[in-house]
């Protein structure tokens, strides 16, 4: 257990629909990272968080959002889901903003089926 | 545009020989260079990393080499064991669009078979 939670693990979903993925960061992190593994692709750089506020965007869809909560939990919403966006969604961690030389902890990952 | 490449989608190598996984990248403004090691239905685990002034960095079996020049790094495992198989990923840390916020650039990954 990496201390990072995702949830849920697996969602089927169709097109057209929104779809909201939850990570609680490991306890004391203050930094969330949103990322997108598609099929053959390294992991793609959506969206970071740190202590509440938005720090950087990657790769990030407008029908994509994301927040984070006071709790420093945070949320990936995707809505008018297309049958591209099936993918995994990781979530990741980190005490700091730049955490280059120990790097994220990640989550387990949500594996997003759009039918 | 794929500033950091692994051209090797996969790579089998007897146990107790040496792994060799390979990495490349177009940016040299990256700062940091990581590896993380990925098993099926789990999220990367950090493995070990280098700093972008450094040219070698060792951690038990895990070697990690830089070649700035070449903009080339390497992932050195030695003895290879069973449980070394799984899919690793290079990465390198830049400064994004954020003011003092860092993020990591991963490559597609090499999955390593290590045969009993």
């Known amino acids: 257990d990496s201390g990072v939670t995702q949830t849920p693990k697996h969602l089927i979903t169709a097109t057209g629909q929104r779809v909201t993925l939850r990570c609680s960061p490991r306890s004391g992190d203050l930094s969330v990272y949103w990322y997108q593994q598609s099929l053959d692709q390294g992991l793609q750089f959506l969206i970071q968080?740190?202590?509440?506020?938005?720090?950087a965007k990657g790769n990030i869809l407008e029908r994509f959002s994301a927040q984070q909560f006071p709790d420093l939990h945070s949320e990936l919403n995707l809505s008018s889901l297309e049958l591209g966006d099936s993918a995994l969604y990781f979530c990741?961690?980190?005490?700091?903003?730049?955490?280059?030389?120990?790097?994220?902890?990640f989550g387990s990952g949500t594996r997003l089926t759009v039918v | 545009d794929q500033q950091v490449k692994q051209n090797s989608p996969s790579l089998s190598v007897q146990e107790g020989r040496i792994s060799i996984l390979n990495c490349d990248y177009t940016n040299s403004m990256f700062d940091y260079f990581l590896w993380y090691k990925k098993y099926p239905a789990e999220g990367p685990t950090f493995l070990i990393s280098i700093s972008s002034i450094k040219d070698k960095n060792e951690d038990g079996r895990f070697t990690v080499f830089l070649n700035k020049s070449a903009k080339h790094l390497s992932l050195h495992i030695v003895p290879s064991q069973p449980g070394d198989s799984a899919v690793y990923f290079c990465a390198a840390s830049g400064q994004g669009s954020g003011a003092g916020s860092y993020q990591l650039t991963f490559g597609k990954g090499t999955k390593l078979s290590v045969i009993p």
């Open positions: 968080y740190y202590n509440g506020e938005e720090r």
């Open positions: 990741a961690s980190s005490v700091d903003l730049s955490p280059r030389r120990t790097g994220y902890t």
